[in-house]
């Protein structure tokens, strides 16, 4: 039996290759794969959630494992439907989320890793959504690298794209590359497996399955088709020339300029030479050059072009058109812009994108901005993230937060206001935070002020700390708590230089994945042996929401309550017996 690594390694240098994929099917009979796929999947939020049935990751086995490659072997196994629930939106509408049982979030992994595999080489370098090692940063970054000179932007907006992705195109789309019938048979029924609202049966007629963990994939694959048509039509038909021609009026005034050195006359050649600076050395207007770029995050893709807007409406045409023959998308109406670059900006990925122009910004002696790309924050951006912080017109407390511990407080309110502000350090304005950092700041000085009943001027004396960050020593607000034998807990408020950042990362909370077969869960369920009885035999995998739940510490806590709470685990690897155990109490528990 081939290990994981090596399956995806084979099926990663087919894909690089561009050789087709056969026999794929069989890979879904290697535990191994289940087992990885378990690695990666066991912690989530929604590992614990369960779908329509009351299956949950808690009662994991290498039986269960063996029950669906058994079905798999004989093609018995079924997606079951999705349970959709309704959630709130930011723009007050509701968006429906799947929630799959378990079975088919291990399968739907499997089939992830799979597809991941052997597609990620043969993907877009302007495709950054869901792939390893890319994100809005890298698409924000290429926009801002290599997009200087823009003077369109055609900002294109899919109506419902993963909603209205059609499963005979899909299949179509996969046949391609993958030339196994079973496994296209198993990706039309994922498909096709319906959702359950309000327990009432409905079928899927289109688009990805909402909320599973191959939704991604599939989704880069159908937009694949779009990336191609855009790198191998759209930009060698709108990319001409090498370089501009020299612009006339640029020519004239720089002759100028050398006869009135060359006849002393100085106060004609400084004339002359800040005229010079105002004009752009190519012409703007030259018939033989074209350039056409492209970036696209998920279903949010933009383009810049350099050339008339009669030509930058053609390529809006030739993209819609292609969307709906190749691909049955619509793009909408509305919401697909073309923006001139200099005086009005684009939307991508919460950021706004412009070309800056500015004469009077001189470096070197040239005038270092002019046709620059500049990323924004948008000011109703910093409105809307003020706005958690304020009542009565004011920064406020909040109340909700008054019985918690300090540390929790501040941790809380640095981790929000982290968030966004890490997001937003590419902005070459990101200075504009001052306002959201006084915000947040003086609500959570005054949570702890109304919490201990004092004021906020005291609450910032006890709090206030110093930290050494690369542009120098930073004020911010601290709260510690101390731990016998072990470094203190400390949540930092504030202390990140609102300073543009140029090649900044999302760094926040990022978890670092164990290589497979470290994961110690695996490692722990393949050994087979009860951690709570010690007995050596088939075994599951108890598994909790949280760590709280456990309860608090005592003489009434269970044993394995107790367990799971010294070893700071979620999880506990017992035999069949014990687990009904566990459960028999949790239930008296409970009642």
Same mark, same amino acid.
């Given at each position: 039996?081939q290990?994981?690594?090596t399956v995806l390694?084979?099926?990663?240098?087919?894909?690089?290759?561009?050789?087709?994929?056969?026999?794929?099917?069989?890979?879904?009979?290697?535990?191994?794969?289940?087992?990885?796929?378990?690695?990666?999947?066991?912690?989530?939020?929604?590992?614990?959630?369960?779908?329509?049935?009351?299956?949950t990751?808690?009662?994991?086995?290498?039986?269960?494992?063996?029950?669906?490659i058994?079905?798999?072997?004989?093609e018995?196994?079924?997606?079951?439907?999705?349970?959709?629930?309704?959630?709130?939106?930011?723009?007050?509408?509701l968006?429906?989320?799947?929630?799959?049982?378990?079975?088919?979030?291990l399968?739907?992994?499997?089939?992830?890793?799979?597809?991941?595999?052997?597609y990620?080489?043969?993907?877009?370098d302007?495709?950054?959504g869901?792939?390893?090692?890319?994100?809005?940063?890298?698409?924000?970054?290429?926009?801002?690298?290599?997009?200087?000179?823009?003077?369109?932007?055609?900002?294109?907006?899919?109506?419902?794209?993963?909603?209205?992705?059609?499963?005979?195109?899909?299949?179509?789309?996969?046949?391609?590359?993958?030339?196994?019938?079973?496994?296209?048979?198993?990706?039309?029924?994922?498909?096709?497996?319906g959702?359950?609202?309000d327990?009432?049966?409905?079928?899927?007629?289109?688009?990805?399955?909402?909320g599973?963990?191959?939704?991604?994939?599939l989704?880069?694959?159908?937009?694949?088709?779009?990336d191609?048509?855009?790198?191998?039509?759209?930009?060698?038909?709108?990319?001409?020339?090498?370089?501009r021609?020299?612009?006339?009026?640029?020519?004239?005034?720089?002759?100028?300029l050398?006869?009135?050195r060359?006849?002393?006359?100085?106060?004609?050649?400084?004339?002359?030479?800040?005229?010079?600076?105002?004009?752009?050395?190519?012409?703007?207007?030259?018939?033989?050059?074209?350039?056409?770029?492209?970036?696209?995050?998920?279903?949010?893709?933009?383009l810049?072009?350099?050339?008339?807007?009669a030509?930058?409406?053609?390529?809006?045409?030739?993209?819609?058109?292609?969307?709906r023959?190749?691909?049955?998308?619509?793009l909408?109406?509305?919401?697909?812009?073309?923006?001139?670059a200099?005086?009005?900006a684009?939307?991508?990925?919460?950021?706004?994108i412009?070309?800056?122009?500015?004469?009077?910004?001189?470096?070197?002696?040239q005038?270092?901005v002019?046709?620059?790309?500049?990323?924004?924050?948008? $000011?109703d951006?910093?409105?809307?993230? &003020?706005? /958690? %912080?304020? !009542?009565?017109?004011k920064?406020?407390?909040?109340? #909700?937060?008054?019985?918690?511990?300090?540390y929790d407080?501040?941790?809380?309110?640095?981790a929000?206001?982290r968030?966004?502000?890490?997001?937003?350090?590419?902005?070459?304005?990101?200075?504009?935070?001052?306002?959201?950092?006084?915000?947040?700041?003086?609500?959570?000085?005054?949570?702890?002020?109304?919490?201990?009943?004092s004021s906020?001027?005291?609450?910032?004396?006890?709090?206030?700390?110093?930290?050494a960050?690369?542009?120098?020593?930073r004020?911010?607000f601290?709260?510690?708590?101390?731990?016998?034998g072990?470094?203190?807990?400390?949540?930092?408020?504030?202390?990140i230089?609102?300073?543009?950042?140029?090649d900044?990362? $999302?760094?926040?909370?990022?978890?670092? &994945?164990? /290589? %497979?077969? !470290?994961?110690?869960?695996?490692i722990?369920?393949? #050994?087979?042996?009860?951690?709570?009885?010690?007995?050596?035999?088939?075994?599951?995998?108890?598994?909790?929401r949280?760590?709280?739940s456990?309860?608090?510490?005592?003489?009434?806590?269970?044993?394995?309550a107790?367990?799971?709470?010294?070893?700071?685990?979620?999880?506990?690897v017992?035999?069949?017996s014990?687990?009904?155990?566990i459960?028999?109490?949790?239930a008296?528990?409970?009642?």
């Open positions: 039996m290990s994981a690594e390694g084979v099926l990663r240098e087919r894909g690089s290759k561009g050789l087709p994929c056969e026999q794929l099917y069989r890979q879904l009979f290697n535990p191994q794969l289940y087992l990885m796929a378990y690695g990666r999947i066991y912690a989530n939020h929604g590992a614990m959630t369960p779908g329509a049935t009351q299956e990751a808690d009662g994991m086995s290498m039986e269960k494992i063996e029950r669906i058994d079905a798999m072997r004989h018995r196994y079924r997606f079951s439907p999705v349970r959709r629930v309704q959630i709130p939106k930011k723009n007050g509408t968006r429906p989320l799947g929630l799959p049982t378990w079975s088919d979030k399968v739907g992994e499997v089939v992830r890793l799979l597809l991941t595999a052997y990620e080489p043969t993907f877009s302007h495709s950054h869901f792939r390893s090692r890319r994100g809005c940063h890298t698409a924000l970054r290429q926009v801002a690298d290599t997009w200087s000179g823009t003077t369109w932007f055609i900002e294109a907006d899919i109506s419902d794209c993963f909603g209205s992705f059609d499963h005979e195109i899909m299949v179509r789309i996969l046949s391609e590359k993958i030339h196994d019938g079973r496994f296209l048979r198993l990706i039309r029924n994922m498909l096709t497996a959702y359950l609202e327990w009432t049966w409905n079928a899927t007629l289109s688009g990805a399955p909402q599973g963990t191959v939704s991604p994939v989704s880069n694959i159908y937009l694949h088709k779009l191609e048509f855009v790198e191998t039509v759209l930009i060698p038909k709108y990319t001409q020339g090498v370089t021609k020299r612009n006339p009026a640029y020519i004239r005034v720089k002759s100028g050398a006869y009135a060359k006849c002393g006359r100085r106060a004609k050649a400084r004339q002359l030479r800040g005229q010079l600076r105002r004009l752009p050395v190519g012409d703007p207007r030259d018939p033989g050059f074209r350039r056409l770029r492209y970036s696209r995050y998920a279903d949010d893709h933009l810049g072009f350099i050339g008339p807007k030509e930058a409406e053609e390529i809006k045409d030739q993209l819609a058109r292609f969307l023959e190749e691909l049955a998308l619509e909408n109406a509305d919401k697909t812009l073309i923006t001139h200099r005086t009005r684009a939307r991508y990925l919460g950021y706004e412009i070309v800056q122009h500015g004469n009077s910004k001189i470096t070197g002696g005038r270092s002019n046709g620059k790309i500049a990323l924004r924050v948008p $000011l951006v910093i409105k809307a993230k &003020r706005a /958690p %912080y304020r !009542r009565h017109n920064p406020w407390h909040r109340a #909700a937060m008054q019985n918690l511990d300090d407080i501040v941790k809380t309110y640095a929000e206001y968030g966004v502000v890490q997001y937003y350090l590419l902005a070459n304005d990101v200075w504009r935070f001052k306002s959201l950092r006084w915000d947040a700041q003086t609500s959570m000085l005054k949570t702890l002020a109304a919490k201990h009943q906020v001027a005291k609450m910032a004396a006890k709090h206030r700390a110093k930290i960050t690369p542009f120098g020593l004020q911010c601290e709260a510690r708590v101390e731990r016998d072990k470094p203190a807990l400390v949540a930092r408020f504030g202390g230089p609102l300073i543009r950042n140029k900044a990362v $999302l760094a926040d909370r990022v978890r670092v &994945r164990v /290589p %497979y077969p !470290r994961k110690e869960l695996v722990r369920l393949r #050994a087979r042996r009860c951690e709570l009885c010690g007995d050596v035999g088939p075994v599951l995998v108890h598994q909790v949280r760590l709280a456990l309860g608090q510490p005592g003489p009434g806590q269970p044993a394995w107790a367990l799971m709470a010294s070893k700071r685990r979620k999880t506990l017992v035999c069949r014990c687990h009904d155990a459960h028999g109490q949790a008296v528990t409970a009642a």
